[in-house]
Nanobody, 127 residues
């Protein structure tokens, strides 16, 4: 079992930066593929970024590529999402997710493949 808790959301202005954290409780954090998803009001949940067990492999949605950076610290059982050059269309509830992986380079972008979810943290980008 893995419990995930997001933090770091809040209101920001366009062009600002914001860092989200996802703290995991449970064993063997390093055996999980981790990801961020987001859901804007009235829209479906969408993939943002994913990170392999080792942290060596990443995947990003085209909409955030070059602006967002996903990372993890397996010693601290924590995953991060550094968000730069934020846009109003980045406004959403952001969720971290996890699933076990056998191979160190495995990545998954479909929400349905993830077994564990946090409660979400809200990010609002507005002038």
């Amino acid at each position: 079992q893995l419990q995930l808790v997001e933090s770091g959301g809040g209101p920001v202005q366009p062009g600002d930066s914001l860092s989200l954290s996802c703290a995991a409780s449970g064993r063997a954090f390093g055996t999980y593929v981790m990801a961020w998803f987001r859901q804007a009001p009235g829209k479906e949940r969408e993939f943002v970024a994913a990170l392999s067990r080792s942290g060596d492999s990443t995947s990003y949605a085209d909409s955030v590529k070059g602006r967002f950076t996903i990372s993890r610290d397996n010693f601290k059982n924590t995953m991060y999402l550094e968000m730069n050059s934020l846009k109003p269309e980045d406004t959403a509830d952001y969720y971290c997710a996890a699933r076990r992986a056998v191979l160190s380079f495995e990545l998954y972008v479909e929400a349905a493949t993830y077994d564990y979810w946090g409660q979400g943290t809200q990010v609002t980008v507005s002038s």
